[in-house]
C-alpha cells in the first residue's frame, strides 16, 4: 500500500488541511464545538435546568439570544451544554468501537482463515441491520440513559472500524518488512501490534471522524424519539421533540438545536474528508 | 558443508480460470546444491523461475513441500517457528526492495535494535547502543542517522539499513534476494562492494539470488542456473562463464551488454515467453525456447549430470550414448 511507505508527519497533514478551504472550515467547527463543549460551565448564561416560567416561550432578546422554551429555560445554554452531551457520548462511543474493532478486525486480517471467517461473518450479521433500528432495538433492551446510549452506537460502529482494519491489515501484512520481521525472529503478536497496527492506522483515523458526525446525528435521532437523553439534560435531539410541540406558538424554538447538529456533523464530515485528502494525496492531485 | 539443500521442491496451490478450479503449480523442483562454509553461491534466473521461492525456504519464510533444508548438520525442513527460532540469528535474508522492508514507523534504532531485544544479545541499553553504532558503521552510516526514519534515506542508504539488521545478529549464513536490483547501478556498485567486504571480513556464506549474471560474476565462487523451477547448470564461476553449456546458460550469456560499443554482439532471436507454470513442459522445462531441441527432449526430462569434475548440466547434449 503506497500510504505506507512514507511516514506522515502531524505538520504534513496540517499543512495540507490548510490548503484545503472545506476541510479546514471542517476543523475550524469541530475546534468551535469541542471548545464550546468543554468550556460550557464558563460560557453559559443560565444553567441549562434552571426554569423560570416568568420568560416562558419568548422570542430571542438581549437576556436569552436564542429564546426560552415552554419552561422559561435559556436556549443559548441548553444548546451549549448539549453540545457536552452530544460530543462526548459520541468520542466515547467512537473510542470503545475504534479500540475494539480495530483489535478485531487486525486479527481477522492478520491470523485469516477460520477466524477470520468467524469474526467478519458475525460483523456481517450487524451490518445487514438499518443502524439506527439496531440502536433503537438495543436501546429497547438496555433502556435510555447516556451509557446505553453509547454501547448502542458503539455496537454499530464496530463492525465498520473491523472492516476498515482488516482490509488494511491485508495489504500492509503484505510488505516485505513483515517477512523481514519474522527473519529477525518476532513473534505473531509482536509483528501484529510492532509492524502492521502502526501502519494501519491513517484509514481507521478517518473512519473515526466520519464515525463521529454518525454518531452524533445518531443521539439527536435516538433523542428526538424519546430513547435518548432523558430531560431535563440538555440534548439537542430532546429538545428538537420538544419544540416540534411548540412549533405553531414558538417556531424559533428548534431552530438553535437543529442548528447545531446540522453545524456539528457537517464540520466532522468535511473535517473526515479532509482529512482523507491529507492521508492519501496521491488521489486527489490528479 | 555449510548448507545443503536436497530436491527442495515447492508446489503452490492456485485456483484456475473463471470456474476457480484448483489446481498445482510447482514453483520449485528437486533443487539440489550445497555451499561450503564462507563461498557464495550465485542463484540465477528469470523473473517467475522459482528462486526467490528457494530463497525463502531455505531461511523458512515459505514452507517446503518436500525435499531437505540442512544448515550446519542440522537438517531444519520441518522444524516449527519456535524450535528454528535459535536458527533464525544465524540465517538471515536481505530483501530486494528497500523501500518495502524496512517498517516506515520505526526509527533505525528501533529496527536495530529488535533483533539484539529478541536473541538477548547484549544485557545493557548502552552495550545495544554501542553494538548498533558500530554495526552502522560497519555499513557506512553515520550514529545520527539512529534516530530517523526510514524515509529519510536513499535507495542505497535503506539497502544499508537492511544490511546491518541482517548483520547485526552475527549471522554465518544470509541469503540475498536480488538486493542491488531496486538501486540505481551506480550505487549498485557500492552495495555489492559493501557486500563482499562484509562476507570477507565477517566470514559469512552467501546465497546470491539474482538475474544479473554481471553482479552474480563480481560475488559468487560458485553459480546455479535455475528455469522454471530446474536447476539446470550448476558450477564454478570461471568454468561456467568460459564454457556455458546448457543451450538456456548460453542464451543468457548473450543477453550480458558488453561495455565496447565496436564489438558487435549476437543479440538472441525471439526467445517467446516462458512457459505456464500451470501447464509445464512434459520433458525438457526448456524445450518450447531451445534451439537445439531434440525430438526426445519434448517427452524426457534430462536430469543433473556431472560433465566434467564439479560441472552438472541438465541436457541431452551432453549424453555419453
Known sequence: ?286 | MFVEVKNLTKKFKVLKGATGRKAEITAVENVSFEIDKGKTLGLVGESGCGKTTTGRMIVKLIEPSGGKIVIEGKDITHMKENEFKPFRRNVQIIFQDPYSSLNPRMTIYDTLKRPLRIFKITKYKDEEKELIMKTLASVGLKPEHMTRYPHEFSGGQRQRIAVARAIITHPNFIVLDEPTSALDVSVQAQIMNLLRNLKNSLSLTYLFISHDLSVVKFISDQIAVMYLGNIVEISTTDEIFRHPLHPYTRLLFQSIPIPNPKKKIKIPQDVGELPSLLNPPKGCPFYSRCPLAKKKCETLKPQLKEVSPGHKVACFLYDED
Request: aromatic share 12%; no cysteine; net charge positive.
Open chain 1, 1 to 286: 500500500m503506497e500510504t505506507t511507505r512514507r511516514a506522515e508527519s502531524f505538520f504534513t497533514i496540517m499543512r495540507r488541511i490548510r490548503k484545503n478551504k472545506m476541510a479546514l472550515f471542517g476543523t475550524y467547527i469541530v475546534l468551535a464545538f469541542v471548545g464550546i463543549a468543554i468550556f460550557a460551565p464558563w460560557i453559559s448564561p443560565y444553567s441549562p435546568t434552571a426554569q423560570d416560567y416568568t420568560v416562558s416561550l419568548q422570542g430571542p432578546t438581549w437576556a436569552h439570544p436564542f429564546g426560552t422554551d415552554i419552561y422559561g429555560r435559556d436556549v443559548l445554554s441548553r444548546v451549549i451544554y448539549g453540545a457536552r452531551i452530544s460530543l462526548g457520548i459520541s468520542f466515547v462511543a467512537v473510542l470503545v468501537s475504534v479500540i475494539i474493532g480495530t483489535i478485531l478486525g487486525a486479527i481477522a486480517g492478520y491470523f485469516g482463515g477460520a477466524l477470520d471467517e468467524i469474526i467478519m461473518r458475525t460483523f456481517d450479521v450487524f451490518l445487514a441491520f438499518p443502524t439506527i433500528l439496531l440502536a433503537i432495538a438495543i436501546i429497547a433492551i438496555l433502556g435510555p440513559g447516556m451509557v446505553n446510549i453509547a454501547i448502542a452506537i458503539a455496537v454499530y460502529s464496530i463492525p465498520q472500524f473491523a472492516r476498515v482494519s482488516r482490509g488494511t491489515v491485508v495489504s500492509v501484512k503484505a510488505n516485505e518488512y513483515v517477512e523481514a520481521a519474522r527473519s529477525i525472529g518476532e513473534g505473531k503478536w509482536s509483528i501484529l501490534m510492532r509492524y502492521i497496527l502502526p501502519n494501519s492506522i491513517a484509514p481507521i483515523i478517518i473512519q473515526a471522524t466520519l464515525r463521529m458526525a454518525t454518531a452524533i446525528l445518531s443521539i439527536a435521532g435516538l433523542g428526538f424519539l424519546g430513547l435518548g437523553v432523558q430531560p431535563p439534560t440538555p440534548e439537542w435531539g430532546s429538545d428538537l421533540s420538544l419544540a416540534m410541540t411548540y412549533i405553531q406558538v414558538a417556531p424559533y424554538l428548534g431552530i438553535f438545536p437543529g442548528l447545531a447538529v446540522f453545524l456539528v456533523t457537517m464540520g466532522f464530515n468535511y473535517f473526515g474528508d479532509g482529512l482523507n485528502d491529507a492521508l492519501n494525496p496521491k488521489l486527489k492531485d490528479r
